[in-house]
């Protein structure tokens, strides 16, 4: 039995969404979607359930994980409640659930927050630099050990314990006997949709997006494996050099290009930015460019004078490690792609 | 006695001679007796044979015509007004039907269908040879009518009427006026309140000298018809002198020792016997209520308008129209119908919105705060079981309506709506709009599984499996359950019994038709208007009100009525006075007369609506009605059954 609670739109609001209540039950959106399917239908079912105030079904449900958005459904809605920009928030409100710091809730609801931890950041940056006489050498080089550890860190403290929290709230909490067979022949599903993104596809017209998607999810992995592991900024190596410009390059390249759409909301998609998707775009943008021209500078041999140039880098490299990796919309790649891996290990446990 | 009868037999493209052999019945009955002169033609109707009609019966100098065609529904006015162009008096046309009943009814035995016809035909010429022209009954009708009621819909109707430049005499039976629209706040869909609509009806109703208005008043008894009916009015003083409302009023309505239950608050306060409802009530005076007061005489010592030596009066009117515009009551909920006097925090939509006029700050129910409230829709309305079926359609709008008020009045109230699906008609749906994006909720349920109100410990849940959510058990926990009750028909209404006004099944007045009559009842001269015919809202009650206001206008305008002259006759010779005919007769039609020694029935010509009934009854054969006399029908029916 589900109990009603009508304060939880005033809740989601801080998420993102607005006017969802208009909905009066049509089902047009769920019938426009091209993702919905018999078993798992949304969004109207989501909708409902927001304004039932049903906490815990959402909760427990992977569905707003199963829409990518492409915004049919609040294109076509006759209320104008825009469920699609419902499923963006309901993400971001599951993605505060699964994360046991509650960071990501404070971060999501309030603007101010982000802002004081990237202030925050800035000035430990600074300090530090200040610290070390403002050392090129020894600034760069806690930099790249930096990248190291805050990878291992932030997947170990933050995302593992968040996706089996995640996995606690979608499948095990309902008490259901998965078999452990499920969980290892589904996982070819969890990196198919990971580096893929493929069921961006279906839905129609997106093939372009999907495409950027690629694009960026290849770029910025490899931006990070040749910074990290090939350690790019002092590889002498021509080919990984040339290698990291290009990485690099097509990170703020596509990037700019979603800026740009947030900005004109060409699309349904881009037509609403909450301040996670900004500082999302803006700083991948900023990773990108600011690597490139160290590397730049680096080669031109003026980096020595400019070290405010790494030191922005290394500002903006950590506030994405540490913020908006582990608590903002980076993380819906992954739950998203979890979601995926769920959804398959629910399937084959049931057949 | 009919000597020169013109028959004319219509083809109607072929929908009657493809299957009815009309040359055969030309054939037929061209020579019955009387016939002077038979016609085929291809369209009756037409222009052509209209003209050629009204040529033919002064040339052959016809007296009686028939024209053997389709149903009379659809042509007799045609062709009785071809017959009177003519010179010859309506009446002295008959009318033969050989479509409808004759060549659509049979056209799987053409032979049969014509034999079918040739009688008819016959029957049709011998009606006609002992038809007599008739004249219309005219009657005079006094120019005035009684208005039954001072809600909107009476005094919109009255004003209607006065400003047409008629007398209008409101008969209300409560001291104030307004009815039930003076207990709602903001109304929809205008957004005034109910005092501000009734302060504007109620002012141009006193300022207009065409109208009285008679408050604390009923009709006693009733006598006549229409054009003139005669009213007995009783008036109950309010024992108040002056009828400007003043300090020492309100001293004395504190100084009363009475108190009890007020019934405009629907019983969640308690009133004095000298009283008035609200501050806003029109007229503005305290009245007492004389069914509670004792006479101790407190009030007397403080207000020297308290006068206990009114008595009741009783006029005599006389108007020619009656419109009655009694109301409605709202559902009082059976005990322990979700929960109602069983549950505390139960109560009705109408108790919800006078709770919401009396309550300033917060919104507060016995000591509680109000903020999870729960609306239980068609409570009495759309009964599976009970008696009420129809959907009382006032009140989705107006619960929903009342409830985005409320969150617009308090903080933090949270509205859920348990539907049986919404019926906001119209440009209501603004409302139901408005509701879910201030963020109602809205459930719905089957009428097989309605929904439950429990109690557990001092707590209150509604339940329900809403068919929205897949049928899904959803559970609140109310601090206020509000039953959004249905309109039912006034009790004890007493002038639908004096007018004998006849109800539908759902107990509200009955119309003659919903569609194309909607506001006459089958008693001439009365019309009905607003909720004492059934559920409407306000908009809705004015328009009837309007169109009951034009309606009995037109029986009283040019002070002369035209009536049907097909009523019942007495022959006062042969007639004995056994009173059978006095019985059996449903309008009272049937008067007796004494002149000298005679005694005998006579038919006011009035009232009379040929219905009949009184022919078969009189044992001495001495009723007859005009145009069906024994003459006509006997020869009628020896001519439908002759070879
Ligand atoms: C809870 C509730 C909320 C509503 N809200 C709205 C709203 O927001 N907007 C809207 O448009 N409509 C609303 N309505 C509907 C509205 O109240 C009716 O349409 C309206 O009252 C009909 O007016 P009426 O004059 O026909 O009947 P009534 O208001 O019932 O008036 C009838 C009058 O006749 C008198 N009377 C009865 N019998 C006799 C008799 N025998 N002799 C003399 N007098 C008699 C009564 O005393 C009364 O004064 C609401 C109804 C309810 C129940
Ligand atoms: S299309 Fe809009 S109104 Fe219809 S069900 Fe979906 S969200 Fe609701
Ligand atoms: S108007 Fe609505 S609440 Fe009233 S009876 Fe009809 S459906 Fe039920």
């Known amino acids: ?351 | 006695m009919k000597k020169k009868i013109g028959v004319y037999i219509c083809h109607c493209g072929g929908n009657i001679s493809d299957y009815v052999d009309v040359e055969k019945v030309y054939a037929e009955v061209r020579n019955e007796k009387g016939v002077a002169l038979a016609k085929i033609t291809m369209f009756a109707c037409a222009d052509a044979n209209q003209k050629e009609m009204e040529a033919d019966i002064p040339e052959k100098d016809l007296d009686g015509v028939v024209v053997a065609s389709c149903s009379p529904q659809l042509h007799l006015t045609t062709f009785r007004a071809v017959v009177e162009r003519a010179g010859l008096n309506k009446y002295d046309y008959v009318h033969a039907n050989i479509r409808e009943q004759g060549s659509w009814a049979h056209s799987d035995n053409k032979s049969g269908a014509t034999e079918n016809a040739i009688h008819v035909v016959k029957a049709a010429i011998a009606k006609v040879r002992n038809a007599e022209s008739l004249e219309p009954i005219k009657i005079s009708s006094v120019k005035a009518v009684a208005v039954i009621g001072a809600g909107v819909s009476g005094m919109r109707s009255a004003i209607a009427l006065a400003k047409a430049g008629c007398k209008v005499y409101i008969i209300e039976r409560d001291h104030f006026v307004g009815g039930r629209v003076a207990q709602w706040e903001n109304l929809f869909s205008t957004n005034e309140t109910g005092e501000e609509i009734i302060k504007r009806l109620y002012n141009d109703t006193i300022n207009n000298d065409n109208i009285t208005l008679y408050t604390g008043a009923q009709v006693l008894s009733q006598s006549g018809n229409i054009g003139s009916y005669r009213l007995k009015v009783q008036i109950n003083p309010g024992f108040v002198r002056n009828s400007v409302y003043s300090y020492e009023m309100d001293e004395a309505i504190s100084v009363c020792p009475i108190k009890i239950p007020d019934l405009f608050n629907f019983g969640f306060t308690q009133r004095k016997a000298i009283y008035r409802n609200h501050s806003g009530q029109l007229p503005i005076m305290a009245v007492i209520d004389d069914e509670n007061c004792t006479r101790c005489g407190d009030c007397e010592k403080v207000c020297k308008d308290i006068d206990f030596s009114q008595q009741k009066k009783e006029i005599n009117i006389e108007v020619g129209s009656v419109l009655v515009a009694s109301g409605f009551d709202t559902y009082t909920p059976k005990n322990n119908e979700f929960g109602y006097c069983v549950i505390d925090n139960v109560i009705t939509l109408p108790q919800l919105k006078r709770l919401v006029a009396m309550s300033d700050r917060h919104l507060e129910y016995k000591g509680n705060r109000i903020k999870n409230i729960a609306y239980i829709y068609c409570v009495g309305s759309r009964q599976l079981d009970g008696e009420n079926k129809y959907c009382s359609r006032y009140c989705c709008t107006a619960a929903i309506h009342t409830a985005t008020e409320i969150r617009r009045k308090y903080k933090e109230i949270n509205n859920y709506h348990f539907t049986r699906g919404v019926r906001t008609y119209g440009k209501q749906e603004i409302y139901y709009s408005e509701a879910l994006k201030m963020g109602d909720v809205f459930m719905q349920s089957f009428d097989n599984e309605l929904p439950e109100v429990l109690q557990k410990g001092n707590k209150t849940f509604v339940k329900i499996k809403d068919i929205l959510t897949e049928q899904k058990e959803l559970k609140l926990q109310a601090d206020l359950v509000v039953l959004v009750t249905s309109m039912v028909p006034r009790d004890g209404i007493s002038v639908n019994d004096l007018f004998k006004l006849p109800k539908g099944r759902d107990g509200f007045l009955k119309e003659i038709h919903l569609k194309l009559r909607p506001v006459e009842t089958v008693i001439d001269g009365i019309t009905i208007a607003g909720c004492c015919q059934g559920p409407m809202n306000l908009t809705e009650s004015v328009n009837s009100a309007l169109s009951a206001a034009t309606k009995s206008y037109s029986y009283v305008s040019k002070g002369e009525l035209e009536l049907e002259p097909i009523i019942a006759k007495v022959d006062k010779e042969a007639c004995t006075w056994c009173d059978a005919c006095f019985k059996a007769c449903p309008f009272d039609a049937i008067i007796k007369v004494e002149e000298g020694f005679k005694v005998f029935a006579r038919v006011s010509d009035s009232i009379c609506k040929g219905c009949g009934m009184c022919l078969p009854v009189c044992p001495k054969d001495a009723i007859e009605l005009n145009s069906y006399t024994n003459r006509e029908i006997e020869e009628m029916i020896d001519m439908l059954a002759s070879d």
């Open chain 1, 1 to 351: 039995m589900g109990t009603l609670n009508a304060k939880f739109g005033k809740k989601l609001a801080k998420y993102g969404t607005f006017d969802f209540s208009a909905c009066y039950n049509c089902g047009n959106c769920t019938a426009v979607c091209s993702l919905t399917d018999q078993e798992e239908s949304f969004p109207r079912n989501m909708v409902r359930y927001s304004v039932l105030g049903l906490e815990d079904e959402i909760k427990s449900s992977l569905k707003p994980w199963l829409c990518y958005y492409c915004g049919d459904c609040s294109a076509y809605c006759p209320q104008e409640a825009f469920p699609g920009e419902l499923m963006m928030s309901l993400r971001r409100w599951l993605t505060s659930r699964y994360d046991w710091t509650r960071l990501a809730g404070l971060f999501y609801r309030s603007v101010i927050w982000n802002i004081i931890a990237f202030l925050l950041i800035a000035a430990g940056v600074i300090t530090y630099a200040f610290h070390v006489n403002f050392s090129l050498e020894h600034v760069m080089h806690v930099g790249h050990l930096f990248e190291i550890v805050a990878i291992a860190a932030v997947f170990a403290i933050i995302l593992m314990p968040n996706i089996v929290r995640m996995w606690w709230f979608t499948i095990a909490k309902s008490g259901e006997k998965i078999p452990v067979k499920a969980y290892l022949i589904s996982l070819r599903e969890l990196f198919l949709h990971m580096f893929t993104q493929k069921r961006t596809l279906d839905c129609e017209k997106h093939t372009f997006r999907w495409l950027e998607h690629l694009i960026l999810v290849i770029g910025y992995l490899t931006l990070l494996f040749t910074t990290v592991f090939l350690d790019w900024f002092s590889a002498r190596n021509k080919i990984v050099i040339v290698f990291g410009y290009i990485v690099s390059g097509l990170v703020f390249i596509v990037t700019f290009h979603f800026v740009f759409n947030r900005i004109i909301k060409s699309k349904e998609v881009s037509r609403f930015s909450h301040h996670s998707d900004w500082f999302f775009v803006i700083w991948l943008f900023f990773m990108g460019i600011t690597a490139f021209v160290v590397r730049l500078y680096i080669d031109i041999n003026i980096i020595e004078d400019n070290l405010w140039l790494y030191l922005v880098h290394l500002i903006i490299l950590v506030q994405w490690a540490v913020i908006i990796v582990p608590f903002g919309k980076w993380t819906h790649f992954l739950y998203r792609s979890f979601a995926m891996y769920f959804k398959k290990v629910l399937t084959s446990a049931n057949q």
